[in-house]
Every structure is written in C-alpha cells, then in structure tokens.
C-alpha cells in the first residue's frame, strides 16, 4: 500500500512537472464530416479531426473519445482506438465515428424550426486523445455552423 502511495505522488508530480514545461494545447478543428449507415432512428457519421502539435515533442495517442454538443445541449458522441503520433510541429488527421441518438435529432430539428435565426448555430467539440504517462491530452474546439438560409427552413 505504501508502495502505491509513493508511486502514485511520484506520477503526480510528474504530470505537475509536464505542465510547468510549457506546452501549449493542441490545435483542433474539424476537417470534414463523412455520412456512415446508421442502425434503426440514429444517424452516424464521421468526423476528421485536423490536430496540430505546436511544440517541440510529438504527442503519441491511443485512442481518442468525442463529444458534440449543438447550441449547448449533447448532440453525438463517439470514441475510436486509433493510435498514432502528432509529429513535433506537425499535425495528423484522426478520423472519429460519432453517433446522434434519434431524440438528440429530434430535438434539435425542433430547436432550429423554433428558432428566429436560421444562420449560425453554436457548436462546441470536447475530447481527449488518450496515452502518454498523465493518461491523455483533452482538447476543445469552438465555434459557429452556417446553415443556408434560403429553402431549408424557409417556405
């Protein structure tokens, strides 16, 4: 048990450490959406992820876990056990299926007939590429999805 105590002080402090070191967070954006066969209500798709490394050490993942959320409430989540290395001053694509539940749709289908404006939609992309001794790096993407306004939502 003491062994334990120790050992896990010790990776504690490392991961202090790795912090002080002053890597900045990966970049994330999402580079594209690729439609994928859904089972019964759901839809599901895949999303490629641009991630960029701005330091002076690759970041070696093994897995990566995603979560989407539309004007602020859950949308789709997905997970996927590839692995890989963003070079040092590089960058990689990852590919993430995601999966919206049927009421998560339905809902923001409701959401955006409801709503005055048909244009921008706030979104906001969570994750974590797992791996590495403090377990992963988790990284945030923000921003607004422009829907055409002419003919969707309009007579």
């Known amino acids: 048990m003491r062994l334990f105590c120790i050992l896990l002080c010790v990776l504690s402090w490392l991961g202090g450490c790795a912090g002080l070191m002053g890597q900045d967070p990966l970049r994330v954006n999402v580079a594209g959406l690729e439609p994928l066969q859904g089972e019964g209500m759901e ?5 490629k992820l641009r991630v960029q490394n701005p330091n ?5 993942f093994s897995g990566v876990s995603l979560q989407l959320d539309l004007n602020g409430q859950s949308f789709a989540s997905g997970v996927s056990d590839q692995s ?3 070079p040092r001053f590089g960058e990689t694509v990852i590919v993430v299926p995601l999966t919206v539940p049927a009421f998560a749709a339905v809902r923001q289908a409701f959401a955006f007939a409801g709503s005055a404006q048909a244009g921008d939609i706030p979104y906001e992309i ?7 001794i403090g ?3 988790r990284f945030v993407d923000r921003g607004k999805l422009s829907l ?7 007579p």
């Open 43 to 47: 839809m599901r798709f895949n999303v």
């Open 56 to 60: 002076d050490a690759p970041v070696e």
């Open 84 to 86: 890989g290395v963003v």
């Open 126 to 132: 969570r994750g974590r590429l797992a791996g590495g």
């Open 135 to 137: 377990g992963g790096t």
């Open 148 to 154: 055409p306004t002419g003919g969707l939502l309009g």
